[in-house]
């Protein structure tokens, strides 16, 4: 790979060791493509550095690395990028090469006929040469639509050199001729002369076509033609081909303001998913899960048509009807998913460490050593999740979804962009965090606080009083609830998690709701008649206000445990009646109800006066509001 640095920017090269240090027989052996260019000119290179021949070898890395580039043609500004980026190195970008190098590009355009090498000769001088000689733009145009619109230069990068050819086209305006228009025919010809052999190339031209404006008789024409595909494709079973079709054409029709008509395709669209759906239910075994992400497919389909045409299709009761068949997909689907078993952790030395914390103590002692263990970190589980993510070639590509227990998809994990920026994945990169964050939870659970727990516990009698006295006495608990708090952390104290839940998840987030007031935030809304309403805690905690009170790595761990979608979602869950007995039982109920005692136990201010059941203040491992 390279990087910002190369050797062959110590070389001065000419037009004629370009010409002589052997790129072309290296092109002509090559397959279609950038990435075929690349390999081919880096293998010639080291050839002629094992021969000796220095500057050639030198010349040709650096035609390679021109190639190396990844061409995003959408860009204005920044069309090349690199095409890998890693946390502490990445291959060429554009900036890498000199001026002269650049110089070099251009003055050898003459010298080249290969249309790929040639387009990205002239487009770097475009970008790079000042002042801009819009000579080179249009070579680099010509160059581009010189590429064959077929299947087989398509999958290879010509898709991106077309799209390219248009940018520039548009962005040169009058100084690019008649070439825009030129382009957009030799398009549709194209387009026109597809069929179901192509699979989805006419939808890929159709798609190059959108990005110019079109007259409502070309989108009507556009539209009309992938349609006819559809159901070709429909009557060969092609499913997947047929909805993708149909859904391409609604598209073009809305385009051409015809509405009945995209709705028509809209409902086409829905019925192959559902045909699909029960194709999958069909096989041997039944491919639950993926039956139920096509009837989930289909419901969109038919949402996307607007009311004034679901009537005549009937939609509403096909919706119903597909609801229950999705439930029992999904029933169906958590029945036949495997438990993937990976070698096992050894806590031993955690839970030693953990029972030494809470024996030999006196019973508030004891809590207090339960809780001096820290929480989640947000910069830890950020770290981790980005290099996760580095590593990850299905994350980058596909994402993942994630199922509650009945077998519903709650959440999905966007793909990662390995050549973006942490701000680009940032969605996924917080997605990956709070999912990874349940390693943590099971394991603090099992190795710190039943552990722990159980010591306290054989040790001590606590009452719920006790519980509610030191409710009384914490900074975070709000007036008033001091009782109610104190029977959620007596009902954990006594393995009544069910109860546990159920007290302390509202009083969270009221306790939550409080002190975000009291710094000022405004935590309600007008609806449209003017009625406040109180905001649900997974908007308190998107509040900028939410970490100046309770700090980083505890307004994390609460969006974590209460409500976040990639996380347990005890919050949603339990509102809405989703937990059964086993859930309020769960390694995420055990740590909600710890992480309440730590923000009780750590918030306690300390006493002017010897007392028993005094409590030192927190060790300032978890941020508690004042």
Excluded at 412 to 434: C, K, S, W, Y
Aim: charge should be negative.
């Amino acid at each position: 790979m390279e990087t910002q640095q190369d050797s062959s920017q110590d070389c001065i090269f000419t037009p004629e060791m370009f010409s002589a240090c052997g790129w072309k027989p290296a092109l002509d052996a090559a397959q279609i493509g950038y990435p075929a260019m690349w390999e081919a000119l880096r293998k010639e290179a080291n050839a002629a550095a094992q021969d000796s021949r220095s500057s050639h070898s030198a010349l040709l890395s650096l035609i390679a690395k021109a190639t190396s580039l990844m061409l995003v043609p959408t860009s204005l500004n920044e069309p090349f990028k690199p095409f890998a980026v890693f946390a502490d190195r990445r291959s060429a970008s554009l900036e890498d090469f000199t001026e002269a190098e650049i110089k070099l590009f251009s003055e050898v355009l003459d010298l080249v006929e290969d249309s790929w090498l040639k387009a990205r000769f002239a487009d770097m001088a475009w970008l790079r040469m000042k002042p801009r000689n819009p000579n080179f733009a249009n070579i680099a145009i010509d160059c581009y639509r010189s590429i064959p619109l077929s299947v087989e230069t398509w999958i290879h990068g010509g898709d991106n050199c077309w799209r390219r050819a248009f940018v520039l086209a548009q962005q040169l305006k009058a100084g690019a001729g008649e070439r825009l228009d030129q382009m957009q025919k030799s398009v549709l010809t194209a387009f026109h002369s597809t069929s179901i052999e192509d699979g989805y190339f006419p939808i890929r031209l159709a798609d190059l076509l959108g990005t110019l404006r079109q007259t409502p008789e070309i989108a009507t024409d556009i539209a009309s033609k992938l349609e006819d595909l559809a159901s070709a494709f429909n009557q060969e079973g092609k499913l997947r081909e047929a909805r993708d079709h149909y859904s391409a054409s609604a598209q073009w029709y809305r385009k051409a303001k015809a509405q009945e008509k995209a709705a028509a395709m809209m409902k086409c669209k829905g019925e192959m998913c559902e045909r699909a759906a029960t194709a999958m239910l069909a096989m041997d075994p039944p491919q639950a899960l993926s039956a139920a992400s096509l009837y989930e497919n289909a419901i969109e389909a038919y949402r996307e048509i607007p009311n004034q045409h679901r009537a005549e299709h009937d939609i509403e009761a096909r919706i119903a009807k597909i609801r229950t068949q999705l439930n029992e997909a999904g029933s169906a689907a958590i029945g036949q998913m495997h438990t993937i078993t990976t070698p096992g952790v050894d806590l031993a030395e955690v839970v030693a460490m953990a029972r030494n914390a809470v024996e030999n103590r006196d019973p508030y002692s004891a809590l207090q050593g339960l809780c001096s263990f820290p929480g989640m970190k947000v910069e830890t589980q950020r770290t981790a999740a980005i290099k996760a993510i580095n590593h990850s070639f299905f994350s980058s590509m596909f994402g993942m979804s994630m199922l509650s227990a009945d077998g519903r998809v709650v959440a999905r994990i966007p793909p990662v962009n390995l050549g973006g920026t942490d701000a680009d994945n940032e969605p996924a990169i917080q997605a990956h965090m709070v999912r990874d964050s349940r390693i943590f939870v099971q394991m603090t659970v099992l190795g710190i606080v039943l552990p722990a727990l159980d010591i306290i516990r054989f040790d001590h009698r606590l009452q719920e009083l006790d519980f509610v006295h030191l409710a009384s006495l914490s900074r975070f608990v709000p007036s008033g609830r001091e009782r109610l708090i104190g029977k959620a952390l007596f009902a954990g104290y006594d393995n009544d998690f069910v109860a546990a839940l159920h007290f302390l998840v509202p009083q969270m987030e009221n306790a939550v709701r409080v002190h975000l007031k009291a710094a000022g935030a405004k935590t309600s809304t007008l609806d449209s008649q003017n009625i406040e309403m109180e905001n649900g805690l997974s908007t308190l905690m998107d509040l900028p206000e939410a970490v100046n009170v309770f700090g980083g790595d505890l307004a994390y761990e609460i969006r974590a445990i209460f409500c976040d979608a990639f996380g347990p979602n005890l919050r949603n869950e339990l509102a809405h009646g989703l937990l059964d007995e086993n859930g309020c039982d769960s390694e995420f109920s055990i740590y909600a109800w710890w992480l309440l005692l730590r923000l009780v136990i750590l918030s306690i201010a300390p006493l002017a006066d010897s007392h028993e059941n005094a409590v030192p203040e927190g060790d300032g491992e978890t941020n508690v509001p004042a």
